[in-house]
Nanobody
Framework: HVQLLESGGGLVQAGGSLRLSCAASGSIFRIKTMGWFRQAPGKQRELVATVTRSGSTNYADSVKGRFTISGDSGKKTTYLQMNSLKPEDTAVYYC??????????????WGQGTQVTVSS
């Protein structure tokens, strides 16, 4: 089994910055991707950003130029630096990882979520 531990959420004024962290642990043989999704009240969960083991990144159009995702495969950790935050960024942010486990099976796991609130 794989666990994801998130940290770094909170309350910030519009224009401010926050940095989210996510550490993976457990029966991981290889991390394939790590990423962040978010879900605002009354809305579906949506992709924010992902990073692959090779370092390739993908961003939602709404966060391009403001958010930066990075990953450390050795530490099994990913970070999301969020700058120029807007009230519409308010949501619960979930860490996600796709891994090959030590039993050779592939799995997808989610963190418990961390609240990000941006006040206007």
């Amino acid at each position: 089994h794989v666990q994801l531990l998130e940290s770094g959420g909170g309350l910030v004024q519009a224009g401010g910055s926050l940095r989210l962290s996510c550490a993976a642990s457990g029966s991981i043989f290889r991390i394939k991707t790590m990423g962040w999704f978010r879900q605002a009240p009354g809305k579906q969960r949506e992709l924010v950003a992902t990073v692959t083991r090779s370092g390739s990144t993908n961003y939602a159009d709404s966060v391009k130029g403001r958010f930066t995702i990075s990953g450390d495969s050795g530490k099994k950790t990913t970070y999301l630096q969020m700058n120029s935050l807007k009230p519409e960024d308010t949501a619960v942010y979930y860490c996600n990882t796709e891994v090959t486990e030590t039993n050779t099976r592939d799995g997808t796991y989610w963190g418990q979520g961390t609240q990000v609130t941006v006040s206007s």
